[in-house]
């Protein structure tokens, strides 16, 4: 047997050791008096917690909210764009409110406003890209019922 002294290493961490554990805000050991929630502190952590979900449940609506304004205004600029080609589309025709029309662009570009829809071209089918089908409203703006 070696007479020589083994090092002990000690396997708690410096930091979490105090030199006055009676100045603790809790029990440090077994025999320590048991901390239990007071009724008060039961009341604040009931409070806080419906006071959570509540707030959640706000949230919640409130993302619900900003996704409808969102697809909301995604819908408008499309009317937006839409309406701008078929404006600076030809027309040999003059539109008339609550009609139904479909936009075409063409291949050397450009667009063009038609009374044909896609199906109906006939058996050599349509001469030029499918853009949107459309309805002129009243304040003549455009409907998008397809694209």
């Known amino acids: 047997m070696s007479n ?9 961490d410096p930091e979490n050791v105090t030199e006055t554990p009676g100045t603790l805000a809790y029990g440090h050991h077994r025999g ?9 502190g039961q009341m604040k952590g ?3 917690s419906a006071m959570e979900h509540q707030t959640d449940m706000q949230l919640h609506q409130i993302k619900q909210q900003m996704e409808l304004l ?12 839409i309406s701008q080609r078929i404006y600076g589309a030809e027309m040999r025709f003059q539109p ?5 029309y479909h936009l ?3 291949d050397a570009g450009g667009h063009v406003l038609s009374l044909i829809h896609p199906k109906d071209w ?11 089908t459309v309805r002129l409203l009243a304040d003549h703006t455009w409907d998008v019922l397809e694209d």
């Open 122 to 132: 006939g058996r050599k089918g349509c001469p030029f890209i499918f853009v949107a």
């Open 104 to 106: 075409y662009e063409k």
């Open 96 to 100: 008339l409110i609550n009609h139904i």
């Open 70 to 81: 969102a697809s909301q205004a995604s819908r408008i600029q499309k009317r937006v764009e």
């Open 4 to 12: 020589k002294k083994k090092d002990i290493v000690n396997p708690i």
């Open 46 to 48: 009931q409070a806080l």
């Open 32 to 40: 320590s008096f048991p901390v239990a929630p007071t009724k008060e």
